[in-house]
């Protein structure tokens, strides 16, 4: 089962790569930072909602791209050598990931899981593996005629900045904070007060970008939704 689903998702992404572009506000330190991310190609989306139950859930929890936040066929090199090694490797990464969270929320205040990821993106990989620059940019582009990430996207993954690499690769459902440190995924939304939404720096313009991105996720069910109504709180408010 892991292995279709490994299978259809890798498709998913090739597909959806392209589709993802940044969407630039203006954050409180005067810099142009990223808050959402555009909402993808429709044909990109119908492939997402292709996966029947799967897309609620990518809708609701995702904090990254798709094509970030798996590693397709092109990056498996000499290091997980075939699907079985990546879904190895990758339970491995969870296992390690969820003890750490456990980890965390013992000895952190005011511990948020739900503001914080158990996704594993191609930037562990990278840094799990030690893959140097060059090599991946070859992986990246097997052919002349093309490249798996952009040129832009590899200088951001390859910056190991996690302030850029939020802002470049936040899922199109999710919010990044102004200063760029904390990713907040849609169902982060749904459980919390409107007063925590101004709490995290959300703006009356980030909450439309926002609204965009999730009634393209959701269309008309949007609005028979609970968050539609906090939503409409939230914008009404001085």
């Known amino acids: 089962m892991k ?3 490994l299978f259809i998702l890798s498709g998913i992404i090739v597909l959806s790569a392209a589709a993802y572009a940044v969407d630039k506000a203006s954050g409180s330190n005067g810099e142009t930072n990223t808050t959402t991310a555009a909402v993808p190609t429709t044909a990109a989306a119908e ?17 990254y791209t798709l094509e970030f936040a798996n590693i397709p ?13 990546y879904i190895k490797w990758l339970d491995e990464k969870r296992a390690e990931r969820a003890a750490a969270h456990l980890e965390a929320a013992k000895n952190t205040d005011n511990w ?22 060059e090599e991946f940019e070859k992986m990246n ?22 302030v850029r690499i939020n802002r470049e690769f936040v899922y199109f459902t999710a ?26 720096g959300v703006s009356k313009a980030d909450m439309t970008a926002l609204e965009k991105g999730w009634r393209y996720a959701y269309g008309d069910y949007l609005e028979s939704s609970d968050l539609y109504q906090k939503m409409k709180s939230f914008q009404q408010q001085p």
């Not at 066929?73 to 090694?85: I, P, S």
């Not at 948020?112 to 620059?133: H, M, N, Q």
């Open 73 to 85: 066929h092109l990056f498996y090199g000499d290091y997980v050598k075939d699907d079985d090694g």
């Open 3 to 5: 292995k279709v689903l």
């Open 175 to 200: 919010y990044v904070t102004h200063d760029g440190k904390t990713i907040y995924p849609k169902k982060w939304f749904g459980a919390n007060p409107i007063e925590e939404w101004k709490r995290i």
């Open 112 to 133: 948020d899981p739900l503001a914080v990821t158990s996704e594993i993106t191609i930037l562990d990989y990278i840094r799990e593996f030690s893959i140097p620059r």
């Open 141 to 162: 582009k097997p052919s002349d005629d093309y490249q798996y990430f952009t040129d832009k996207q590899v200088d951001v993954i390859y910056s190991f900045d996690e």
């Open 47 to 63: 492939d997402i909602g292709g996966m029947g139950g799967a897309d609620t859930e990518m809708f609701e929890g995702n904090f």
